[in-house]
């Protein structure tokens, strides 16, 4: 596969996940009561609303990534804490669905060709499929660091204490350059690569159940 190839498919997969992962979040806050992610225009499958620069970058060049925060307000939540877990969550558990539905996708290819793909656009098809299982599963995972702007940190939030979480926030502002720092140097890159290869063998177990292949 040529570099220009691996760069579109990679693109392609990017846009989707930022995308299908912002909206999650705003969707679950929306349906709690929260009106803000749609005054705010986040409830969109348009990705250019999601897109955080440098978290793009890191995405795309490093497979670990985040997007721009969709805005709420848990003051509509009836149950805050839990309204705030849930929320959190939605963007990874989203990522992981589609990771698990290409993945499917990929194993119902394998079964009807026998793993012979002659096809140029069924091949096409699962190149894509490939990289969106790798992008969807980096940013899920990734997301799960406890460490602002990342979903990790409002889960937190919704575990501590409100003073302690309060004065955990006030080094927000660090938390993009710490993360991009990490990930340069490569001191977080073996643990999420063993994370995300643990869950992709997992679902790849459970299709293979599935389909019994």
Same mark, same amino acid.
């Given at each position: =596969?040529s ?22 979040h ?6 709690? &009561? ?5 005054q705010?225009g ?17 995405? *795309? ?10 805005? +709420? ?16 969550? &939605?963007?990874? @558990? *989203? ?5 698990? =539905?290409?993945?499917?996708?990929? &194993? ?26 790798? @992008?969807n599963? &980096? %940013? ?7 460490v602002?702007? %990342? ?29 991009? %720092?990490?990930?340069?140097?490569? +001191? ?9 290869n ?5 679902? +790849? ?9």
């Amino acid at each position: =596969m040529s570099q220009i190839e691996d760069l579109l498919y990679t693109i392609l997969a990017v846009l989707i996940a930022i995308s299908m992962h912002e909206f999650a979040h705003g969707y679950v806050s929306y349906k709690l &009561g929260d009106p803000t992610p749609k005054q705010s225009g986040r409830l969109s499958l348009n990705p250019f609303r999601h897109l955080d620069l440098v978290g793009t970058l890191c995405l *795309m060049f490093f497979h670990f990534g985040w997007a721009k925060p969709v805005m +709420v307000n848990p003051y509509y939540y009836k149950k805050r804490k839990k309204g705030m877990l849930l929320v959190a969550l &939605g963007g990874p @558990i *989203m990522n992981f669905f589609i990771a698990f =539905m290409s993945l499917l996708t990929m &194993g119902l290819i394998i079964k009807v060709t026998g793993g012979y793909i002659t096809s140029s656009l069924v091949r096409m098809v699962f190149n894509g499929l490939q990289y969106m299982v790798m @992008i969807n599963l &980096g %940013l899920g995972v990734f997301n799960l660091i406890p460490v602002p702007p %990342l979903d990790g940190s409002k889960v937190l939030g919704a575990v501590l204490p409100e003073d302690k979480y309060f004065k955990y926030m006030q080094y927000e502002r660090y938390g993009s350059l710490i993360l991009i %720092l990490l990930l340069v140097i490569g +001191v977080i890159s073996g643990p999420l690569s063993f994370v995300t290869n643990l869950l992709h063998n997992g679902m +790849v177990d459970i299709v293979s159940l599935i389909l019994r292949i």
